[in-house]
T-cell receptor, first 110, second 116 residues
Framework: DAKTTQPTSMDCAEGRAANLPCNHSTISGNEYVYWYRQIHSQGPQYIIHGLKNNETNEMASLIITEDRKSSTLILPHATLRDTAVYYCIVSTGTASKLTFGTGTRLQVTL | GAVVSQHPSRVICKSGTSVKIECRSLDFQATTMFWYRQFPKQSLMLMATSNEGSKATYEQGVEKDKFLINHASLTLSTLTVTSAHPEDSSFYIC????????????FGPGTRLTVT
């Protein structure tokens, strides 16, 4: 699976949009971009995934560049409960294995 | 959404004893389950992949005789840590996927194991 690069940490004010970038320059044509988050001492939570089109669900939006070498997860109105480590993972569509990197620690503040 | 449970949520055991952790998919049939381990301030590391009715596939460096995985039904997988030692103390997390074209993995809440 392709490797991803994410900033170690980010801060965001409550109510503002949180934009979390991810670089995956070696992504293959059949690999999807997945986003999970892990709140302290809990299991990871699925957020969203996409192949090449932008995706949106009730939690977030995923913007994938046209060359698919990077993506951005957008939390439109961050709340304190969104404070977590966010993992960007690239994997094939069957998601047989998810390789977790170090992720981005998002701190939402008042 | 799909729910995965783990039991127990926390366990303390003495060195040399064995501990069994259960992972259940509550509202779907999980053809594949995964076991991860997470040490403090580190990311999740995949230990093994198990498919219902077949032997688990272990990641490199994971001792299969120490970490016994059983996936006997479509809703239950168990991880047994045998002859536990303090260095096995960790957060163990399972995940499951249904295998019906579902690209998501659903994670359990994790089990905190402390070996004294």
């Amino acid at each position: 699976d392709a490797k991803t690069t994410q900033p170690t940490s980010m801060d965001c004010a409550e109510g503002r949009a949180a934009n979390l970038p991810c670089n995956h320059s070696t992504i293959s044509g059949n690999e999807y971009v997945y986003w999970y988050r892990q709140i302290h001492s809990q299991g990871p939570q699925y957020i969203i995934h996409g192949l090449k089109n932008n995706e949106t669900n009730e939690m977030a939006s995923l913007i994938i560049t046209e060359d698919r070498k990077s993506s951005t997860l957008i939390l439109p109105h961050a709340t304190l409960r969104d404070t977590a480590v966010y993992y960007c993972i690239v994997s094939t569509g069957t998601a047989s294995k998810l390789t977790f990197g170090t992720g981005t620690r998002l701190q939402v503040t008042l | 959404g799909a729910v995965v449970s783990q039991h127990p949520s926390r366990v303390i055991c003495k060195s040399g004893t064995s501990v069994k952790i259960e992972c259940r998919s509550l509202d779907f049939q999980a053809t594949t389950m995964f076991w991860y381990r997470q040490f403090p301030k580190q990311s999740l590391m995949l230990m093994a992949t198990s498919n219902e009715g077949s032997k688990a596939t272990y990641e490199q460096g994971v001792e299969k005789d120490k970490f016994l995985i059983n996936h006997a039904s479509l809703t239950l997988s168990t991880l047994t840590v045998t002859s536990a030692h303090p260095e096995d103390s960790s957060f163990y997390i399972c995940s499951a996927r249904s295998g019906t074209g579902d690209y998501e993995q659903y994670f359990g809440p994790g089990t905190r194991l402390t070996v004294t």
